[in-house]
């Protein structure tokens, strides 16, 4: 199905990335929010690939602000549907108008023009926009709005309610036949009005604009609470396991999840051998694959001999700040007879907590017996399994 076109209609894609971003920018610090980035990635690379991947869409242009084509070239790769940007005007339908035009030797029967900073758009919303213009001459995502309506005085006082009944919430991409549209900027291009969209501009010059079912995630990203809701959304959950065995030697304690634990027995390993963390330390590296243990801390190396084992969970903690996850729960089991854990359970979930950093309430630490079977069941050792879940930042 990719690539290959259903209809012999051309369809052009205007993107508008013009804007300065002033909501979100500090200024000289931070990109232009079309070129932050969003899950690892810069929005407006998010936000063109819906467009580039869908069959029946021939070419791409997007209208950067003047002077801004590099920032433009390191955000997003090359690819065949895309043209070298345009530089827009100085308001939005200026900008529009500049893409349209520099559309003009390919000709295309319909176009779609888009906010750079919706990066959330869905095959099917273009789809539905596209099927529209087949029998109008424009058309727009729209949602009903659901909130009450209120007007607010210039004192800051609620005045009156606004009935919500016929009221849509409209978002891009908006389609149109180019032609249709295009004469409707030029003739736009020199009214003083500002328009907010194409929508108005198309309503203005008297072409008919009909609505497509719009999508709540198909949002404008405006606010630092917008790119905070967008980076959540994002997150995917990651899980890893782990499994450690130690076997008792002489000695009178041992060391499990970070615990001291009297016994009459120790476990014997290169480290403290605490079987729990060496068990949470893989559980960790799987759910970043980030290879194991035995790959980061070699037991021939003698840095690590006798080594608390905390140093070993702590630089996979590290590790998982580094990549931007953020651990959500840990969950350990330890196989044994002996000692008890249910005495040492809760100083072992505070350790491990203080080790991640994470709340007592995301750990838990288990115990269970193998009936006296095997090698735990015989008191020759202790295995302990562990479970990670993580939430990673969205895009590879
Ligand atoms: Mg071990």
Redesign the pocket.
């Known amino acids: 199905m990719a690539g290959i076109k259903s209809t012999s209609s051309r369809c052009g894609v205007v993107i508008v990335a013009g804007g300065t971003g002033t909501r979100v920018r500090s200024p000289g610090k931070e990109p232009a929010k079309q070129y932050r980035l969003l899950g690892g990635r810069p929005v407006i690379a998010r936000t063109l690939r819906p467009f580039l991947d869908h069959p029946e869409i021939d070419l791409v242009q997007v209208v950067v602000r003047p002077g801004t084509a590099g920032e433009f070239h390191n955000a997003v790769q090359p690819h065949p549907k895309l043209r070298e940007p345009v530089d827009g005007g100085a308001r939005r339908q200026d900008s529009v108008r500049l893409g349209l035009e520099a559309l003009e030797s390919f000709a295309p029967d319909h176009v779609l023009i888009h906010d750079a900073v919706r990066p959330f758009v869905s095959p099917e919303m273009i789809d539905s926009v596209l099927a529209a213009l087949a029998v109008s001459t424009g058309a727009i995502p729209a949602l009903p709005v659901t909130d009450s309506l209120r007007r607010v005085g210039p004192d800051g006082f609620v005045q009156e309610g606004v009935d919500r009944e016929g009221l849509f919430a409209v978002q891009t991409p908006q389609g149109f036949r180019y032609r249709e549209i295009l004469a409707a900027h030029r003739r736009a291009a020199a009214e003083p009005e500002e328009f907010t969209d194409d929508a108005a501009v198309a309503q203005w010059a008297g072409v008919e604009v009909s609505i497509v079912e719009g999508a709540a995630a198909n949002r404008k990203l405006t606010t630092m609470e917008d790119f905070a809701m967008a980076e959540a959304a994002l997150a995917e959950t990651r899980i890893g396991s782990g499994f ?1 065995v ?1 076997r008792f030697g002489p000695g009178d304690h041992v060391m499990i999840c970070g615990i001291r634990v009297p016994h009459e027995r120790t476990l014997v ?1 290169h480290s403290d ?1 605490d ?1 729990g963390l ?1 068990a949470l330390t893989d559980a960790l590296l799987g759910a970043l694959a980030a290879g194991d ?1 035995g790959s980061h801390f070699p037991p021939t190396d003698p840095r690590w001999k006798g080594v608390s084992s905390d140093v070993f969970l702590a630089h996979a903690r590290d590790l998982a700040s580094q990549a931007g996850a953020r651990i959500v729960n840990v969950d350990v089991t330890l196989i044994c007879e002996a000692p008890k854990v249910g005495p040492h359970r809760d100083a072992m979930r505070s350790r491990i907590a203080e080790i991640m950093e994470i709340s007592p309430q995301r750990v838990a630490v288990k115990a269970t017996t193998s009936e006296g079977l095997g090698f735990t069941g015989r008191g020759e050792g202790i295995a302990a399994q562990a479970s990670v879940a993580v939430k990673m930042p969205g895009g590879e």
């Open positions: 450690d130690h390993g051998a079987v060496h243990i």
